[in-house]
Nanobody, 118 residues
Framework: VQLQASGGGLVQPGGSLRLSCECS????????ANWYRQAPGKLRELVAG???????YYADSVKGRFTISRDNAKNTVYLQMNELKPEDTAVYLC?????????????WGQGTQVTVSS
């Protein structure tokens, strides 16, 4: 199973980026999908998540600015990031949780760098 993330880059404060993460596993539509981020010297942080039922979660720091969505036909989860701030600078990682009857397996993308700077 592979997760291929894309869409990161350098953007000015106030700008927007859209991250994408395509999952090769056929279980994607039945799995929660999440976006995390990790800045240098900081712990990995859950930014946004979406269950297989469409329920969403956002960290307080991104509420009202970021939107998570998914296209199960394309096995892809997205993160639309608006009004970006310098403190949003981090490596963003996508995560898909494969849940069987007895266990949960986490699959991770390779990470995509987002840099917010003027």
């Amino acid at each position: 199973v592979q997760l291929q993330a894309s869409g990161g880059g350098l953007v000015q404060p106030g700008g927007s980026l859209r991250l994408s993460c395509e999952c090769s596993g056929s279980f994607f539509s039945n799995s929660p999908a999440n976006w995390y981020r990790q800045a240098p010297g900081k712990l990995r942080e859950l930014v946004a998540g979406m269950s297989q039922y469409g329920t969403t979660y956002y960290a307080d720091s991104v509420k009202g600015r970021f939107t998570i969505s998914r296209d199960n036909a394309k096995n892809t989860v997205y993160l639309q990031m608006n009004e970006l701030k310098p403190e949003d600078t981090a490596v963003y990682l996508c995560n898909v949780e494969y849940r069987s009857l007895r266990s949960t397996t986490d699959y991770w993308g390779q990470g995509t760098q987002v840099t917010v700077s003027s």
